[in-house]
């Protein structure tokens, strides 16, 4: 299963921007951004994306990307436990 990593546009001013191009030019993913994604308290304050429908937050761009590889590890050791 492709991870669908959704960003927001108003998010893109804590340098999420890169970081998204980055990400659209893998194959494995699904990059999506929408103009908002309803997590206003969380988009204020922090670079954030949601990963499978989970938000996933860091303190900078850079952090992010650690988070979203993460999550995305986590999400693939669950299927590989599942059979899936």
């Given at each position: 299963?492709?991870?669908?990593?959704?960003?927001?546009?108003?998010?893109?001013?804590?340098?999420?921007?890169?970081l998204m191009k980055k990400l659209e030019q893998n194959p494995d993913y699904d990059v999506?951004?929408?103009?908002?994604?309803?997590?206003?308290?969380?988009?204020?304050?922090?670079?954030?994306?949601?990963?499978?429908?989970?938000?996933?937050?860091?303190?900078?761009?850079?952090?992010?990307?650690?988070?979203?590889?993460?999550?995305?590890?986590?999400?693939?050791?669950?299927?590989?436990?599942?059979?899936?």
């Amino acid at each position: 299963m492709r991870p669908i990593i959704e960003f927001c546009t108003n998010n893109l001013h804590h340098g999420t921007a890169s970081l998204m191009k980055k990400l659209e030019q893998n194959p494995d993913y699904d990059v999506i951004e929408y103009g908002c994604l309803g997590n206003c308290g969380e988009c204020y304050t922090l670079p954030f994306a949601l990963v499978n429908g989970e938000i996933v937050a860091g303190s900078t761009a850079e952090e992010l990307e650690e988070a979203i590889t993460a999550k995305i590890k986590e999400i693939e050791a669950m299927l590989d436990l599942l059979g899936e």
